[in-house]
Structure formats: C-alpha cells, structure tokens
Nanobody, 126 residues
Framework: VQLQASGGGLVQSGGSLRLSCTASGDTLDFYSIGWFRQAPGTERDYVSCITSGGDFSHYAGSVKGRFTISRDNAKKTVYLQMNNLNLVDTAVYYC????????????????????WGQGTQVTVSS
C-alpha cells in the first residue's frame, strides 16, 4: 500500500482544516492508521490513530477534544478533522499504516508503522 496525505494549508488561529490520507495499491481494510506531525527543528510526534475497522481511536493529549480521526475504507481514506487550530499545531503532518486487525488498540509509536505518506504542511497564523 502507498499513502498520500493531503489537505494541508494556511489557516488562521482558531480555524479548521481536514487532512486526508488516501491509499493506493491496496485496500486499507487491514491497516490501522496513525497521524504524526513534525514542527521545524523538532522530532516527529504522535497525533492520533485509528484501528483498521474504525472501532477504536486514540489522541495525543495536546489535540484531544480538538482533532477527530475517522475513516472510510470504501474510499481508502482516513481523515483528520482539526478544529480550533493554534500556532503550536504548525507542522508537517504525516500519515502511516500498520498492518493490524486489532480492534481495541492502535499504535502511538513510529516504529510500529510500516508505510509512510509524504507529509502535508499545516501552517497556523495568528
């Protein structure tokens, strides 16, 4: 499977964006998906993940209550709805796939993911 992240852009503080992670080459049905982000000069950080069937999702504390992850396996796409964005959310956002059929757990660690998309830039301005 190959992943393509899209939907980034420039948004004012308090605004919203929806990122998409679209798969090609294979179905997403057997993959849990994680979103990570990397701000300039920092390490890549975990944002959110969702199980292959969408049964379970998890969020980093910094985005909980503002971001929502969802998926449409028929469209081979996972979404990250980001609301109430602030300056610290500025980063390149990456989606990644882990071959997993777990229903109650998805990984928050980069090393668990086998396939990565190319990243999409999100810039929040004041």
């Amino acid at each position: 499977v190959q992943l393509q992240a899209s939907g980034g852009g420039l948004v004012q503080s308090g605004g919203s964006l929806r990122l998409s992670c679209t798969a090609s080459g294979d179905t997403l049905d057997f993959y849990s998906i994680g979103w990570f982000r990397q701000a300039p000069g920092t390490e890549r950080d975990y944002v959110s993940c969702i199980t292959s069937g969408g049964d379970f999702s998890h969020y980093a504390g910094s985005v909980k209550g503002r971001f929502t992850i969802s998926r449409d396996n028929a469209k081979k796409t996972v979404y990250l709805q980001m609301n109430n964005l602030n300056l610290v959310d500025t980063a390149v956002y990456y989606c990644a796939a882990e071959l997993s059929m777990a229903t109650t757990y998805c990984a928050a660690y980069e090393s668990q993911y086998e396939v990565w998309g190319q990243g999409t830039q999100v810039t929040v301005s004041s």
